[in-house]
């Protein structure tokens, strides 16, 4: 499954660079998620209860930030499994600024088995659209957020 795109926030890139660092900020975005644990630098922990189609299943997930190129990019690394199969996949987060707008471009291939997988690759496929359009404006939230706190501050 491959999945890309890009997201347009109204922030400047450090501060949707330090949002995307924030574990708080991220175990609150990801749809289905316990939050995030860090369980050494750059490697978290997630428990998450996911729903593609007929199929409900918890997964607990790793999650690794790799390639941590300040404030421009990393990879990201997913290994993930629960009683409704697993998910193994790799991504890459770019972000790049110009005119106010700092813009995220992302791009992943993921392989998912077991009971998860019999959904059909069609359904998966618009699954993790959602998720990343869901995820993406929880963090424009959250970013918008800050920076009317930051203003009142």
């Given at each position: 499954?491959?999945?890309?795109?890009q997201?347009?926030?109204?922030?400047?890139?450090?501060?949707?660079?330090?949002?995307?660092?924030?574990?708080?900020?991220?175990?609150?975005?990801?749809p289905?998620?316990?939050?995030?644990?860090?369980?050494?630098?750059?490697?978290?922990?997630?428990?998450?209860?996911?729903?593609?189609?007929?199929?409900?299943?918890?997964?607990?997930?790793?999650?690794?930030?790799?390639?941590?190129?300040?404030?421009?990019?990393?990879?990201?690394?997913?290994?993930?499994?629960?009683?409704?199969?697993?998910?193994?996949?790799?991504?890459?987060?770019?972000l790049?600024?110009?005119?106010?707008i700092?813009?995220?471009?992302?791009?992943?291939?993921?392989?998912?088995?077991?009971?998860?997988?019999?959904?059909?690759?069609?359904?998966?496929?618009?699954?993790?659209?959602?998720?990343?359009?869901?995820?993406?404006?929880?963090?424009?939230?959250?970013?918008?957020?800050r920076?009317?706190?930051?203003?009142?501050?």
């Amino acid at each position: 499954m491959h999945i890309e795109g890009q997201y347009e926030f109204e922030a400047t890139q450090k501060l949707v660079w330090d949002m995307l660092q924030d574990t708080d900020v991220l175990g609150s975005i990801i749809p289905g998620s316990k939050g995030l644990e860090e369980i050494e630098p750059n490697k978290f922990y997630t428990s998450l209860a996911v729903k593609v189609g007929p199929v409900n299943g918890k997964f607990e997930a790793e999650i690794e930030l790799a390639d941590v190129n300040e404030p421009d990019d990393y990879k990201l690394i997913i290994n993930g499994k629960g009683p409704a199969g697993h998910v193994t996949g790799e991504g890459h987060i770019r972000l790049e600024h110009a005119d106010d707008i700092t813009t995220m471009f992302y791009a992943g291939d993921a392989k998912v088995g077991g009971k998860i997988a019999a959904v059909g690759q069609r359904l998966l496929d618009v699954a993790a659209k959602q998720v990343a359009k869901q995820s993406l404006k929880k963090l424009a939230k959250e970013i918008d957020s800050r920076i009317e706190d930051e203003k009142e501050s």
